[in-house]
């Protein structure tokens, strides 16, 4: 399974070329380098993997739940065994490190299509009584057709995270990664060859978001859009998709807060805040990126979490010793970068990092920035309000509860929330005032597949993880009989 210097489009379980025959440029962003080719597919290719999912549909909706689970099954082994190769072509593609990679990134993704191959043989619907007159009952049906697009920041891992409920539970598949990490689901096209999934039942079409990408959302036969991604990307996909009253689950961009209080286990609170600031370079949705501190620990916390940042090594993303590697791309280097001079100007004191980071040989073209720590801002300014998504935190102090509360809440967004604290009735308090999909309490990132994953306000409309997935990828039908 090895990793091609052209990627290909898998539709009707075959890898094509795009129609136009056009491709563009696949950076390794840790050396700055071109290393592979993107088919940029248009909406011609979309045509071609709508035709095979159609065609696929009939047979594919009514394949028995074990025949669905096993060769669901044997994706997820094929992915587990050839965990090495998979590991390294998304650190290739992202500059994540490879540890990362390694224990995170890829397990996730065949341990997503386990979860949701055996789910669906536990998936059961509801039935409603009307005592000496008629039972209802519901029909969970798959929907057709269903579109899932995804980002560069969690690639395999989230674009499985989609795939494999909707899969599982009957529907055809249109898939889009991200053109800045397209090669796991080059070789996720192969590893599903290889398990035997059908003709037509998935198809990934890889390029551009403003042309492949809307072509799936606009295409009149895809009844459903999955979607991870920015708040920008989601409002237009809601544009084309509203109007067409498709059904859509929007996984959007984040600011969360971490709210931690002097009471807290301030060791694991070090550790995990360290952990929830900088893991994957600031570049996952959950990050916590404003953070509010009990002002009588505000000088200690500052003084040790500035010391540990300082001590992050950022480097060579295959060296076992790097814990943070390139950023995914130039441009996202600089919109990094241009937040942190935005925050001088908005009146803010970078404590430590923020600065471009040479590395040695190979890698002194890549994108690397040193992680930073900003404190003296307010919360309405642009640093503290927009999403960065890099190794940039702020800091701020807070002297009550309800102070912490209405700055965590203080933005459009609502995707996640930390609180550090051993006051479980505070603890307990505080996340019911919280406008956020998702809270952790002493914790960060520690995660149950069964459990609801999304946002509210500008971070999301719907909910994946568990049943909201089976739920969402399934038409629901209430069947009366009278009797
Ligand atoms: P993005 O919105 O630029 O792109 C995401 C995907 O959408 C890509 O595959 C892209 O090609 C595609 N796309 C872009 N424009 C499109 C269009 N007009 N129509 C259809 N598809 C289009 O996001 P990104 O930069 O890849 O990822 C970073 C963002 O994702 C951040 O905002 C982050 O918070 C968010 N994110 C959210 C979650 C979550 O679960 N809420 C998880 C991970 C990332």
Same mark, same amino acid.
């Given at each position: 399974?090895?990793?091609?210097?052209?990627?290909?489009?898998?539709?009707?379980?075959?890898?094509?070329?795009?129609?136009?025959?056009?491709?563009?440029?696949?950076?390794?962003?840790?050396?700055?380098?071109?290393?592979?080719?993107?088919?940029?597919?248009?909406?011609?290719?979309?045509?071609?993997?709508?035709?095979?999912?159609?065609?696929?549909?009939?047979?594919?909706?009514?394949?028995?739940?074990?025949?669905?689970?096993?060769?669901?099954?044997?994706?997820?082994?094929?992915?587990?065994?050839?965990?090495?190769?998979?590991?390294?072509?998304?650190?290739?593609?992202?500059?994540?490190?490879?540890?990362?990679?390694?224990?995170?990134?890829?397990?996730?993704?065949?341990?997503?299509?386990?979860?949701?191959?055996?789910?669906?043989?536990?998936?059961?619907?509801?039935?409603?009584?009307?005592?000496?007159?008629?039972?209802?009952?519901?029909?969970?049906?798959?929907?057709?057709?269903?579109?899932?697009?995804?980002?560069?920041?969690?690639?395999?891992?989230?674009?499985?995270?989609?795939?494999?409920?909707?899969?599982?539970?009957?529907?055809?598949?249109?898939?889009?990664?991200?053109?800045?990490?397209?090669?796991?689901?080059?070789?996720?096209?192969?590893?599903?060859?290889?398990?035997?999934?059908?003709?037509?039942?998935?198809?990934?079409?890889?390029?551009?978001?403003?042309?492949?990408?809307?072509?799936?959302?606009?295409?009149?036969?895809?009844?459903?859009?999955?979607?991870?991604?920015?708040?920008?990307?989601?409002?237009?996909?809601?544009?084309?998709?509203?109007?067409?009253?498709?059904?859509?689950?929007?996984?959007?961009?984040?600011?969360?807060?971490?709210?931690?209080?002097?009471?807290?286990?301030?060791?694991?609170?070090?550790?995990?805040?360290?952990?929830?600031?900088?893991?994957?370079?600031?570049?996952?949705?959950?990050?916590?990126?404003?953070?509010?501190?009990?002002?009588?620990?505000?000088?200690?916390?500052?003084?040790?979490?500035?010391?540990?940042?300082?001590?992050?090594?950022?480097?060579?993303?295959?060296?076992?010793?790097?814990?943070?590697?390139?950023?995914?791309?130039?441009?996202?280097?600089?919109?990094?970068?241009? #937040? @942190?001079?935005? !925050?001088?100007? $908005? &009146?803010?004191? +970078?404590? %430590?990092?923020?600065?471009?980071?040479?590395?040695? *040989?190979?890698?002194?073209?890549?994108? #690397? @920035?040193?992680? !930073?720590?900003? $404190? &003296?801002?307010? +919360?309405? %300014?642009?640093?503290?309000?927009?999403?960065?998504? *890099?190794?940039?935190?702020?800091?701020?102090?807070?002297?009550?509860?309800?102070?912490?509360?209405?700055?965590?809440?203080?933005?459009?967004?609502?995707?996640?929330?930390?609180?550090?604290?051993?006051?479980?009735?505070?603890?307990?308090?505080?996340?019911?005032?919280?406008?956020?999909?998702?809270?952790?309490?002493?914790?960060?990132?520690?995660?149950?597949?069964?459990?609801?994953?999304?946002?509210?306000?500008?971070?999301?409309?719907?909910?994946?993880?568990?049943?909201?997935?089976?739920?969402?990828?399934?038409?629901?039908?209430?069947?009366?009989?009278?009797?």
């Amino acid at each position: 399974m090895a990793t091609d210097k052209y990627i290909k489009n898998y539709i009707n379980g075959a890898l094509l070329p795009p129609d136009s025959g056009a491709y563009f440029d696949n950076y390794n962003p840790a050396t700055g380098k071109v290393y592979s080719q993107i088919p940029d597919s248009d909406a011609k290719d979309v045509q071609l993997a709508v035709e095979a999912a159609e065609r696929a549909f009939p047979a594919w909706s009514k394949t028995d739940v074990n025949t669905r689970f096993r060769i669901l099954a044997r994706i997820a082994d094929i992915i587990e065994q050839n965990l090495e190769e998979f590991a390294k072509a998304e650190t290739i593609d992202s500059g994540k490190p490879i540890k990362t990679s390694t224990t995170i990134d890829i397990p996730r993704a065949h341990q997503n299509i386990r979860f949701f191959a055996t789910a669906v043989l536990h998936f059961a619907s509801e039935s409603h009584h009307m005592p000496g007159e008629a039972i209802n009952y519901t029909l969970r049906q798959p929907i057709g057709v269903v579109g899932c697009i995804s980002p560069w920041n969690l690639p395999l891992y989230l674009f499985t995270w989609k795939i494999a409920p909707a899969l599982a539970t009957g529907n055809c598949v249109i898939a889009k990664p991200s053109e800045m990490t397209p090669m796991t689901a080059f070789l996720l096209a192969k590893a599903c060859m290889e398990a035997g999934l059908p003709d037509g039942v998935l198809n990934i079409i890889h390029g551009y978001g403003p042309k492949a990408g809307q072509a799936i959302v606009a295409h009149p036969k895809i009844k459903a859009i999955s979607f991870t991604g920015g708040t920008e990307t989601g409002k237009k996909i809601i544009q084309t998709a509203g109007p067409m009253f498709k059904k859509m689950s929007l996984e959007l961009g984040g600011k969360n807060p971490n709210i931690i209080f002097a009471d807290c286990d301030f060791d694991e609170m070090m550790i995990g805040t360290l952990r929830s600031s900088f893991t994957n370079n600031g570049q996952i949705c959950l990050c916590g990126s404003r953070i509010y501190v009990e002002r009588s620990i505000y000088d200690k916390f500052k003084t040790e979490f500035v010391k540990r940042t300082r001590f992050l090594k950022v480097g060579d993303p295959f060296s076992t010793v790097t814990d943070m590697g390139a950023l995914v791309s130039k441009a996202h280097m600089e919109k990094v970068m241009s #937040y @942190l001079a935005l !925050a001088e100007v $908005e &009146g803010g004191t +970078i404590l %430590c990092g923020g600065k471009p980071v040479k590395v040695k *040989g190979e890698y002194e073209e890549g994108y #690397y @920035l040193s992680p !930073a720590v900003i $404190e &003296g801002l307010p +919360i309405g %300014c642009r640093t503290n309000q927009e999403e960065i998504f *890099g190794p940039v935190v702020t800091i701020t102090p807070f002297d009550k509860e309800e102070e912490a509360i209405a700055m965590a809440n203080g933005t459009q967004f609502g995707l996640s929330a930390t609180v550090w604290t051993k006051d479980i009735t505070r603890a307990n308090r505080i996340s019911e005032q919280l406008h956020a999909g998702i809270v952790w309490i002493n914790c960060w990132l520690l995660r149950d597949l069964r459990t609801p994953f999304g946002g509210v306000k500008a971070s999301g409309v719907g909910r994946e993880g568990g049943l909201e997935a089976l739920r969402f990828f399934t038409e629901t039908k209430n069947v009366c009989v009278k009797y």
